[in-house]
């Protein structure tokens, strides 16, 4: 079960790094799709991966007024993708709109529904910059909790944030309501630019349903060998 929580992106630039970096890691089975990525190669790259029966997180991090991400979540949802971002910040509407517009794209395609899930706060945000750069008010542990909280009143699947709040919005939420977590390092890995981070195994143990590891794991010297070591390590949780 752990090996199929872990989601490594695609963070590359060309449909042709892509697929090496695949082959490369073949036991992998849940892969993320980003903007740089999709703005390159469009769905071709998502046909690639449903054609090795692999999932996908379209991870476009949708963000705009509800007529516009209504449409674009219907139009993803045609993919036939697993689960798709968009941001709690487009405010309730929005997030209504684009859940129901989901469920129409993939009865029009004949897929199951595509998981919506909504980014509470970047992982690359500290509280500091939430506060003195964003100006938000609230801790952010209660402001990523209340954009969790409005996700699943408009409908939506889940919520992306980081391994430091999962339990609280775990608590709050329900065992049914997915968590993404971003921002997770084995202890061995450098943080890189990840402000609020926490260790594979203690994500899961906070209540984690999947976890999006990049660098360790793509940016190693021996990728393959990165991947075991990260399975190996939640093996036991």
């Known amino acids: 079960m752990a090996s199929s929580q872990i989601i490594v992106p695609l963070d590359v630039s060309t449909e042709i790094d892509a697929i090496a970096l695949i082959d490369l890691l073949p036991e992998v089975t849940f892969w993320k799709v980003g903007l740089e990525l999709f703005v390159s190669t469009g769905a071709n790259i998502l046909k690639t991966l449903k054609s090795r029966q692999k999932r996908i997180f379209l991870d476009l991090k949708l963000h705009d007024i509800p007529n516009t991400v209504a449409g674009a979540s219907r139009a993803a949802a045609r993919y036939g993708v697993d689960l798709l971002t968009i941001h709690s910040t487009c405010g309730k509407e929005a997030l209504t709109l684009a859940h129901a517009a989901i469920q129409q794209g993939a009865s ?31 801790e952010l542990p209660d402001y990523a909790l209340q954009m969790a909280l409005m996700a699943q009143e408009a409908g939506l699947d ?36 990840q ?27 021996d990728p393959e060998t990165a991947w075991q070591r990260i399975c190996d390590e939640l093996g036991d949780v």
């Open 195 to 221: 402000k609020r981070s926490m260790t594979p195994k203690q994500a899961i143990a906070s209540g984690a349903n999947y976890l999006v590891i990049g660098r360790p794991i793509t940016a190693a010297k």
């Open 108 to 138: 029009e395609a004949g897929v199951p529904p595509t998981k919506l899930i909504a980014i509470t706060v970047l992982t690359s945000l500290s509280a500091r910059q939430l506060a003195f750069e964003l100006k938000i008010p609230l």
């Open 158 to 193: 889940g919520a992306v944030c980081s391994p430091q709040e999962v339990g609280q919005l775990k608590d709050s939420c329900g065992k049914d309501f997915l968590l993404v977590c971003p921002g997770v390092r084995p202890s061995w890995a450098d943080a890189g630019d």
